[in-house]
């Protein structure tokens, strides 16, 4: 072989691997996901575990009007979803957001301090409480599929509850009661 050939087959060689290096990193998977969060699927009704939570819909509401010690009009409807979470073995902080259909919905923010869920979590201590979402009405009339997702922490490379429920299960009112979370031992 000749310099010349050599070289030639070190720069074909050297293109070919940027090629390829360039087609591979245009595969790789995003940072979101690959610490995404792993869900554990489950449904109202029925006691969801994952790894730093356990969480178990009691029941959900739909009002327009909130029943705090000033009453509060939702933008859209009240979406309440009464739940009981225990954590871990770890004083854990719970987050939470509502899918309904293909949105999502973060708590509101708009209910007096210690109203709603969202304190932290006590180790062997069971929480009862609701967690309160201002949503669409047009989702609602659609009965659009509702999934509550709860985890603790900052959900990275963590177990996240993604627990499906039944729109017609919802219970309709004018006015709903949002008491403080309950807390007893486990």
Same mark, same amino acid.
């Given at each position: 072989? $000749?310099? #010349?050939?050599? =070289?030639?087959?070190? /720069? !074909?060689?050297?293109?070919?691997? &940027? *090629? +390829?290096?360039?087609?591979?990193?245009?595969?790789?998977?995003?940072?979101?996901?690959?610490?995404?969060?792993?869900?554990?699927?489950?449904?109202?009704?029925?006691?969801?575990?994952?790894?730093?939570?356990?969480? $178990?819909? #009691?029941?959900? =509401?739909?009002?327009? /009007? !909130?029943?705090?010690?000033?009453? &509060? *009009? +939702?933008?859209?409807?009240?979406?309440?979803?009464?739940?009981?979470?225990?954590?871990?073995?770890?004083?854990?902080?719970?987050?939470?957001?509502?899918?309904?259909?293909?949105?999502?919905?973060?708590?509101?923010?708009?209910?007096?301090?210690?109203?709603?869920?969202?304190?932290?979590?006590?180790?062997?201590?069971?929480?009862?409480?609701?967690?309160?979402?201002?949503?669409?009405?047009?989702?609602?009339?659609?009965?659009?599929?509702?999934?509550?997702?709860?985890?603790?922490?900052?959900?990275?490379?963590?177990?996240?509850?993604?627990?499906?429920?039944?729109?017609?299960?919802?219970?309709?009112?004018?006015?709903?009661?949002?008491?403080?979370?309950?807390?007893?031992?486990?």
């Amino acid at each position: 072989m $000749t310099p #010349t050939t050599r =070289r030639a087959g070190r /720069v !074909l060689a050297v293109a070919a691997a &940027v *090629a +390829a290096s360039a087609f591979i990193w245009h595969d790789l998977p995003s940072n979101s996901a690959i610490y995404a969060p792993f869900e554990v699927q489950g449904t109202a009704a029925e006691r969801v575990s994952g790894h730093a939570i356990t969480a $178990t819909v #009691t029941g959900v =509401r739909i009002a327009a /009007v !909130l029943n705090t010690p000033k009453p &509060v *009009a +939702a933008i859209g409807r009240w979406v309440l979803v009464d739940i009981e979470i225990e954590p871990g073995d770890t004083v854990e902080y719970p987050h939470a957001e509502l899918a309904v259909g293909s949105d999502t919905y973060a708590p509101t923010d708009r209910l007096p301090p210690g109203a709603e869920l969202g304190q932290a979590l006590q180790p062997g201590i069971r929480t009862r409480g609701s967690w309160v979402f201002d949503v669409d009405p047009s989702l609602l009339d659609a009965r659009a599929p509702l999934t509550v997702r709860l985890w603790v922490g900052d959900g990275r490379l963590d177990s996240r509850l993604a627990i499906a429920i039944d729109p017609g299960a919802a219970v309709g009112m004018q006015t709903a009661q949002v008491a403080r979370p309950d807390r007893a031992a486990s």
